[in-house]
């Protein structure tokens, strides 16, 4: 079994800044890719951002120049800083951890995610 758990969410005020963590544990061999995804009410969930276990990165268009991923492999965890955060971030945000877990298996794992509000 892998588990994924979020922290780091909150109230923040536009222009605040936040990070979020993602810790993934359980029989884990190789993780490849850990990402961010977010899902506000009567939308669909979107990518955020996500890092391979190389260290490459991806992001939303959205959020280039504004949120940094970060990981640390020994640990299975990554992070996101969200800095000049907008209303429009506004969402619950989910931590997505996948790869090969010991004795073969292939895993892919979400957390339960951890509510971001930006607001006045």
């Known amino acids: 079994q892998v588990h994924v758990v979020e922290s780091g969410g909150g109230l923040v005020q536009p222009g605040g800044s936040l990070r979020l963590s993602c810790a993934a544990s359980g029989s884990i061999f190789r993780f490849n890719t850990m990402g961010w995804y977010r899902q506000a009410p009567g939308k669909q969930r979107e990518l955020v951002a996500a890092i391979t276990s190389g260290g490459s990165t991806n992001y939303a268009d959205s959020v280039k120049g504004r949120f940094t991923i970060s990981r640390d492999n020994a640990k299975v965890t990554v992070y996101l800083q969200m800095n000049s955060l907008k209303p429009e971030d506004t969402a619950v945000y989910y931590c997505?951890?996948?790869?090969?877990?010991?004795?073969?298996?292939?895993?892919?794992?979400w957390g339960q995610g951890t509510q971001v509000t930006v607001s006045s």
């Open positions: 997505n951890a996948n790869g090969l877990a010991y004795g073969g298996s292939d895993f892919r794992s």
